[in-house]
Every structure is written in structure tokens, then in C-alpha cells.
Nanobody, 120 residues
Framework: VQLQASGGGLVQAGGSLRLSCAAS??????YAWFRQAAGKEREFVAA????????YYADSVKGRFTISGDSAKNTVYLQMNSLKPEDTAVYYC????????????????WGQGTLVTVSS
């Protein structure tokens, strides 16, 4: 089982990026994105339940970020718009065989992380 995250990079404030998380080996019931800024704990960003498509967002990204999935490609995306310097972090995707939660401790399977840097 492998989760491969990609799409990070350097962007100016107000810009957009789309992160991808490709799963191989199995399909999970839910996927989530977390992020970890330097010196801070890992925090929840967004999650999606594969069946039904229910989505969940942290208040800090609501209205700016959108999580979606492509079942044919077994890939989850995080579209990030109106990026702010405080969005700078390493972004991780995670999967679990149950419905989505907002706690990183509930996820056993993790991607390697992709760095997003937003300049002011």
C-alpha cells in the first residue's frame, strides 16, 4: 500500500496549487490531507469519504480549499486557492479503511509529504 503525494511548490500569496495523492495497492474508505508547518504540530486540512463523497474542512481553509477524488485513478486532490503565507507547510495525504476523521492518530497510511511555500 502506497500513497504518493505531489504538486507542492512555491507560489505567491493569492495564488493556487493543486495537490494530488495517488493510492496504489488498495482503495481506502476515506482520505485526508494534513499539514505541518515548521515547529508546529500536524493539523487537519480536509477529508473526504470515498462512498457518498462527504467532505470536511478545517475552518482555516474553508471556502479556499476543495478536496475531491477520482475513483478511476484512485487519486485524491486538494485544490488550494487564495493561498496565504500561513498556508506554508508540508502537506501530507493519508488514508484509512473507515469514515474520515480529523485526527491524524486515526490514519495508519501516509504519503511522504509535499512542501507548499506561499510567499508574501
Amino acid at each position: 500500500v502506497q500513497l504518493q503525494a505531489s504538486g507542492g511548490g512555491l507560489v505567491q500569496a493569492g495564488g493556487s496549487l493543486r495537490l494530488s495523492c495517488a493510492a496504489s495497492g488498495r482503495t481506502f474508505s476515506s482520505y485526508a490531507w494534513f499539514r505541518q508547518a515548521a515547529g508546529k504540530e500536524r493539523e487537519f486540512v480536509a477529508a473526504i469519504n470515498w462512498n457518498g463523497g462527504a467532505t470536511y474542512y478545517a475552518d482555516s481553509v474553508k471556502g479556499r480549499f476543495t478536496i475531491s477524488g477520482d475513483s478511476a485513478k484512485n487519486t485524491v486532490y486538494l485544490q488550494m486557492n487564495s493561498l496565504k503565507p500561513e498556508d506554508t507547510a508540508v502537506y501530507y495525504c493519508a488514508g484509512r479503511p473507515y469514515i474520515a476523521t480529523m485526527s491524524p492518530e486515526d490514519y495508519k497510511y501516509w504519503g511522504q509529504g509535499t512542501l507548499v511555500t506561499v510567499s508574501s
